[in-house]
């Protein structure tokens, strides 16, 4: 076989996997320009197998952090990760099949152009890192693992979603011409922020069943501001305190979307597909985060929050028409996160 040939078999392969995995990226996706959209695509895998490493509900924290340390290794041109690959040879899920195939994806990667290799990274393996050393502290836990306060929540949030932020940015400079220096640096200090806002809506959106797998990111600290510990959230007769420690929560999160959308007007107009992918990221998480602050079955634990297709239709289609005009980008977020116009 050909490298052309298996090339184009591993690029199938990864664009047959993305949608498996998240629904919501493989749409996002397709709205950047052709050059990127392989490089994203590699990039979003790598940090998938990352995350379903970490996630692991089998492995014990010693050997996560080991898995971690030989992707990471093979990510800086080391062997594949054997040892990866075997642990997950019993693959039921997506993520797992994922997983199991990483050397499918590394040889993606490996076959990118250096500097589009050298975007990526760095973040990946500081996001490996990062993700040991919280599966590390998790293994102190008896039972719920509850974040002790916001700066722990915020550098958690940093591993797994800035550093994604960074990664972004670093490949849409390459592709971007109209990213000056100026204009990368103003990005390069958005970009923690633009990943956090993403990251804290999932964490409020998908509070239920994080605790079923035994994390709370809810932080300790700022439960005890409302009388509660992390155990006490979910208990109905607490609803209404807890739903308090939640509205924070989601404040936080609004804060770092307000950024993200300044990251958003902040790329250069002529950049179109990409404003348009890092839109409607943003418009769809902020259409959550309302929905979030308004659902009085948020803590429900039978209860799954979820924006309606239509809405996530109704969402593409309107930021493909306001992307090009900064005030109209900030306009339909407003009306998005229910802000009136000049508030």
């Known amino acids: 076989m050909t490298l052309a040939i298996e090339a184009d078999l591993e690029r199938a392969w990864c664009a047959g996997m993305l949608p498996k995995v998240s629904r919501t990226f493989a749409l996002c996706i397709r709205l950047l320009p052709s050059t990127l959209e392989h490089p994203v695509c590699v990039a979003y895998l790598l940090c998938r197998i990352a995350d379903t490493i970490e996630d692991s509900a089998t492995l014990g924290a010693a050997e996560k952090a080991r898995l971690l340390a030989e992707f990471r290794a093979a990510l800086a041109g080391g062997p594949m990760p054997s040892a990866v690959q075997a642990e997950f040879a019993d693959a039921d899920t997506d993520d797992e099949i994922l997983t199991r195939d990483a050397d499918v994806v590394l040889r993606a990667f490996r076959r990118l152009p250096a500097p589009r290799q050298e975007a990526i990274r760095p973040w990946v393996q500081e996001m490996c890192d990062g993700m040991a050393e919280f599966a590390l502290a998790r293994a102190e836990a008896t039972s719920l693992f509850a974040l002790p306060d916001v700066a722990a929540l915020e550098r958690y949030c940093y591993?797994?979603?800035?550093?994604?932020?960074?990664?972004?940015?670093?490949?849409?400079?390459?592709?971007?011409?109209?990213?000056?220096?100026?204009?990368?640096?103003?990005?390069?200090?958005?970009?923690?922020?633009?990943?956090?806002?993403?990251?804290?809506?999932?964490?409020?959106?998908?509070?239920?069943?994080?605790?079923?797998?035994?994390?709370?990111?809810?932080?300790?600290?700022?439960?005890?501001?409302?009388?509660?510990?992390?155990?006490?959230?979910?208990?109905?007769?607490?609803?209404?305190?807890?739903?308090?420690?939640?509205?924070?929560?989601?404040?936080?999160?609004?804060?770092?979307?307000?950024?993200?959308?300044?990251?958003?007007?902040?790329?250069?107009?002529?950049?179109?597909?990409?404003?348009?992918?890092?839109?409607?990221?943003?418009?769809?998480?902020?259409?959550?985060?309302?929905?979030?602050?308004?659902?009085?079955?948020?803590?429900?634990?039978?209860?799954?929050?979820?924006?309606?297709?239509?809405?996530?239709?109704?969402?593409?289609?309107m930021t493909a028409l306001v992307a090009p005009s900064n005030a109209l980008v900030r306009s339909y977020y407003r009306g998005l996160a229910g802000v009136a116009a000049g508030g």
């Open 159 to 317: 591993f797994v979603a800035g550093t994604v932020g960074h990664l972004l940015t670093a490949l849409f400079a390459q592709a971007a011409p109209g990213i000056d220096a100026e204009r990368r640096a103003k990005l390069d200090a958005l970009a923690t922020s633009f990943g956090l806002g993403l990251q804290l809506t999932n964490i409020v959106k998908d509070v239920t069943a994080d605790r079923e797998r035994g994390w709370s990111f809810v932080p300790v600290e700022l439960c005890r501001q409302f009388g509660l510990t992390p155990e006490e959230l979910a208990r109905p007769e607490r609803r209404d305190e807890a739903m308090r420690v939640m509205r924070v929560l989601a404040a936080k999160a609004r804060q770092h979307l307000d950024d993200a959308v300044t990251y958003c007007t902040t790329l250069p107009n002529g950049a179109y597909g990409i404003r348009l992918f890092c839109l409607v990221s943003v418009y769809l998480a902020i259409r959550t985060l309302r929905l979030a602050e308004r659902d009085p079955r948020l803590l429900d634990p039978d209860h799954k929050l979820k924006i309606t297709r239509g809405a996530v239709r109704r969402t593409v289609a």
